[in-house]
Structures are given as C-alpha cells and as structure tokens.
C-alpha cells in the first residue's frame, strides 16, 4: 500500500463499478472464463484478471477459489483475509510462498495487476484500491 | 590432494600414490582393475554396524526415500513404521494401469481403462545406468529390467514452423546436420583458416576424421552420396532382386536446419542424464515401489495424514489422521524420525525445527508438470511410420510422444505417452483444464504428427503434478541462491528429526536422489545412536 495510484482510468472504473456491484450482492459470483488457453512464449499470454485467473491460479486454487485439501492444502481465496493488502499479493506473485511458485516472473506488470485487481474483487471480497501496472512494476524484483 | 597429513591407505589414496609415482597410464590401468574409473556416491549395500539397543524410528512417506530408510534401519535392528498418506506405497513412483481410479485436487476422478499390461508411468519413467543404488534396489528386490529407448533415429523432431509443419527423422537432421558442420569445417581447414590454432599433421587427421565421421564424399562434400545414406539412410532402400539398387536422399540443408531450430532437439540425447543405457521395470515403474513394499511387510500404516511433528529431549511425536476413520487423530511416538514428505507438504505442517531449517523448508517451490497416456487400438507408430520406442519432440505444447519400449511388432494396441510438460506456462495450464479438455488438448496435437490419432484413439488419462493429493507439484526446485542459504540446513539432523527425499539431494527430480539422500540421512542418524 501506499503507491501513487494512477488516476481513474476506464478500467479502473470498471472495477470499481464491479466491486460497488458485489457489495450491493447484484453481481453473485461471476464464474471466471474458463475456456482453456495455451501460451506460445515463455510467459503467460492470457489477456484480463478473468483469463489469468482461469488459466492460471485456478490450477491449484480451483475455479470457485475454495481452493483444496489433499496431504496439504491450497488455501480458499473466497474469503481469504490476506487479498486486503495488493502489495502482499504482489509480492506474493513475485517471491512465492512456500507451494506456491513465483508465477508473476512469468507475467507483464500488467497482467500482474489485472489478476490481483481480479482476485481482490471476486470470490466474496470487493476491495476498492485497485493496484496498476505502474505500482507492479515499481514492486518487481 | 592438497592434504599434507598422511591419509590411511583407502583405494583411493592408493590410486593417488599410483598415479604420482607411475604417471597417468598406471594409474589409468590401476583403476580399470580395481573395479570404476569415476567415484560413485553410491558403494553398495549400505553396512550400520553397531546396534541400535531397540531404538524406534519413525519415517513419514512410503516414497522410496522414506522405504529405503525403512527397510535398512529395519535390517540394523531398528523398531521401524511408516505413516503414509495413500492407500498404496511408492509415492511419485507410480504407474496407472487398468482398473485403476484417481482422483485429482479439485475432485475430478479419472476411471484407466487401458487393455492389460498397458500402462501409463505419470511420474519417473526412465533410468539411467548411472543411478547405481536405484539398480542396486531393483536387482537385490527382483525387479525386472527392460532398456528404455531415449534415443531412437527413426523417432520425429517436429516444429511447427518449419518445414510446412511436416515432422523430420532424427536420423537425417542429426546426419545432416553433423555432415554439414563437417564439410564447413573442412573446407575452413583446407583453406587454412585454422593454421593459427591446428598444426599441419593434425590438420591432416582432423580432415580425414571429418570426413568419416560426417559422411562427406572424396571431395570433401556433404551430399546425396553412398557415403551420407550410411548415416541418414536413404530415399529407397536396398532391396532384393530387380530393381533392388538402393536411392541415395538429398540432404536437407544447413540453413533449413538451423533456422527450423529442429538441431535444439538433438540435445535430449547427448546429455549424461539421457546417454545410453536407460532402463525401466518390465510392468511400468511402480513395480519398484511395489517391491520395496514388500520387503516391508506390516510396516507401512496406509490413510495415515500427518499433521504435526512435534519433538522433545527423548523422542519425537507425530500426530496424523486416520482416513478411513473419517480423520480420527492418533499420535505416534517414538526415538527418531525420518521425514521423508515433500516440501510442498511439510512447509504447511507444524513442525517444531530450528529457525533454520524451518526457512530451508519453506525456501524450494515445486515444478510443475503434466503427463498423459493414450491408448491406440493399433500401434500404428510402429506399422506405418516404423517407430519402436524412442521419443518424439515437438515444439507443440505437448512437447514430446514417446512410443513403448516394449511389446514392440505385436500387432496389438499400445499406449504412448501423448504429452509431457514440464514447467512453464503450459504446464500450469494444462493443470488449469479438466481431464477431459486435457485429453482433447493432446489428441489435436498429437494428430498434428501422427494424423492416425484420430481414427485410433480409445482412452486416455493424464497426472498433472500440481493437482496431485499426495505431493502438490512435480519436484524440487532449487537455485544456485537456494542451495548455497538453504541445502545444508534442509539436511543436518535437527535433534531427532531429518529429511529424506529428492529434494535433500543434488539430484532432484530422479529416484536416485531420492535413495541417495536416505541412505546419507540413515548413517548420520545410525552413528549419533551407537554414539549415545
Ligand atoms: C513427472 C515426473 C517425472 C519424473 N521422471 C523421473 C524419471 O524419469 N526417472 C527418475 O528416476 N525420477 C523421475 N522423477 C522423480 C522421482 O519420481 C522422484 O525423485 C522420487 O520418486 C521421489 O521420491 P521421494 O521418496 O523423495 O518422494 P515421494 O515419492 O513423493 O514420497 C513421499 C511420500 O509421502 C507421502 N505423503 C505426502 N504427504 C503426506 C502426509 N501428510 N502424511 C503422510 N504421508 C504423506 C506421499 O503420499 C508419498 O508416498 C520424476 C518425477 C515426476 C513428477
């Protein structure tokens, strides 16, 4: 926290307006796009939080974010306490965290924040600070 | 050696004062004679002298780390069990064969229904000559042998941007691609280009072995001749009778070669982890674990989920879940324990370690990787496009098809494996899918280079290593910083409690690692109990 943000541009507009529409219970879950998508590169070329989520997070965390139990366990997204701060999860998709492997190496700054931006305003929780790219790039190491 | 004590007489030292009084020659035929020429870490079955005086040791994990452990305390006179997670043992060694169900993180559970004898190893599938104390295991247990074929020359090296998409033969860009070096090479030499670095007789072999080794013609060419159809083959084989003579191919060019980058491919078959002679077991290679399981007859407690480790002066007490009994908690206590659960596992459990090794457990991320296994009613690899065993890489997010190394020309079914990703973005995607949009992902590929998948094809199933229950990932990932903060830590004996397991070696990834580390774990642990 404490980044200069950028100044409200139409997506973050758009979250926000997501985010208002989650509190007031309009939009009930949104089931994240889940058509398969394979990369060409080295890095992730999914496009949007929804994508990134789908391809990506939901491997482990699964679709609906309630994560899974099996000799251990991927920890449920939904109702996760720890999405409140967007510098924790960007380091947290920089540096890993014990299972869980540095997967923003394989991303841009952008789709960093998109994905952040996306699990902080799905799976119950609506945070209304919205991370960017700039603020990601700022934290990359 | 730069030691200036004077060291006891071991084989080694011996060598040493060999080869300083003798020269290199001696030494050379010194070694041969007594038995290796490289040092292995592994040197046969490992000997705990001393007895233990009924000490008890706790293992976590039926991997072949925490079984090697098991089974050679249990020999030294050690009161040994182990708690294990599944209802079978052998951990990552594991092969899934018909009849077989498993259910992946996330709650999708696959039915195999592959025909008898086929199966799909999901996890180690290859052995190489030099994982001498996996050997050692297979042969003192009765496992069965068979070679795995890495490196077959009829296999493809396929890139989808090259060559209109159409897969090439090993075999003629591994010539090609040699011959070519050789002729510029060559011709670099004979228009002196290396004067400077070569001397003239030397210069002279060095022409005479290009041109045996690259299939080059009296001229020095590399060219549709005799002499390159003995490396890539030919356009019309040699036959019998009339019009049997045979038709020399053309060769594909350098440059064709190297901007298709197919010549990346040939790497997968120089590197010593991949040289010639690999093996697997007759069956797949969950009859290794099968067989170590053996050697352990009521040691192993099954549906047993740790959850804590806890430890005090005189012993360690682990609490896990009984499964069957819908995760009843019970404790077992005892003197020692060796904690053979992989990392993904144990940084999520509460264990009472130093701050040290606490960091190092949390410090390795796991790979990930997919794998699948598709059935075919035909082998049609080897009735149409003449491939026994061997593998196919391809730049397609599969990446590889390997054929069976065994069954070869009966004329039945078959299962390859359809695909094997190991780290990256499609890795993590593929896991992402679902069973069944896996499957559909590899046939599309696949069909790529062999157009019969889609009239063959009866069932698949694929292991994506991130979603399995019992290891959350593939294996451990160090780096050079992590090994240099962290490795020593992960494997010193902290109070009564050590690691074991691929990622407390410097092979990670392979079973040898595996065994390896439990064996250095058991006789550190052994000599601090006769020491007490
Ligand atoms: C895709 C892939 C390809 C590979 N290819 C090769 C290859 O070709 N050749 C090769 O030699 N090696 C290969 N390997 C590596 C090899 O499989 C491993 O190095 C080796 O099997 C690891 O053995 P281990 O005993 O350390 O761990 P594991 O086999 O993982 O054993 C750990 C055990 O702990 C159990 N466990 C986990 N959590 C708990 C808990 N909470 N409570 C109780 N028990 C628990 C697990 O069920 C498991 O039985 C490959 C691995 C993978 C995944």
Redesign the pocket.
Known sequence: MGAVRTPIDRRRLVLLCAAVLACTGVLAQEPPTSAPFISRGRGFDEQGGAALYANVCAACHQPDGRGAV???AYPALAGNKNLASADYLTSLLFNGLRGMPPLGRMMSDAQVADVINYVRTHFGTSYDDPISAADVKAARP | MSDAASPPLTRRNLLTLIGASAGGTAMYQAMTSLGFAAESPYRGPIKLEGDPKGASVVI?????????AAFELGRAGYKVRI????N???????SLRGGDAYTELGGATQHCTFDDGLYL????????YH?YA?LDYCRRFGVTLEPFIQLNHNAFLHSSKAFGGRPQRIREIKADFEGAIAELLAKATRQGALDDAVSKDDQAILIEALRAHGGLDKDFRYVASDESAEFRGYAKDPGGGLGAAPVNGEPIGMHDILTSRLWQGLQNFLSYDFQTTMFQPVGG?GRI?EAFARQLPNAIRYG????GIRQDERGVTVA?EDLARDGTIEEARADWCVC???LT??SQ?PVEVSAPMKAAIDAVPY?S???FGLQFRRRFWEEDEHIFGGISYTDLPIRHISYPSAGYNSGGKGVLLGG?I?NGPNAYEFTAMSPAERIARALDDGAQIHPQYRSEFETGIS?A?HR????L???GEWTEETRRDHYDNLCQIDGRIVL??????Y?????????L??LDAIARLHKRVVAA
């Not at chain 2, 976590?60 to 090697?68: Q, V």
């Not at chain 2, 999901?122 to 190489?128: A, D, L, Q, S, V």
């Open positions: 099996g000799a251990a | 976590l994990g039926a991997g072949l780390a925490g079984m090697t708690l294990e997670y599944n079978r043992a052998g951990g990552r060694n594991w190893n999901p996890g180690p599938w290859r052995i190489p994982h996996l290679m674990g047993a989920k740790v959850t896990f053979a659960l992989p596992i144990l459990l790979s990787s997919v794998k094997y190991w292991v290593w399995a229950p019992f290891t990932g593939c294996a074991a397991g691929e990622h407390a070696s092979i990670p990834a392979w079973q040898e690692g595996a065994i580390s439990a």
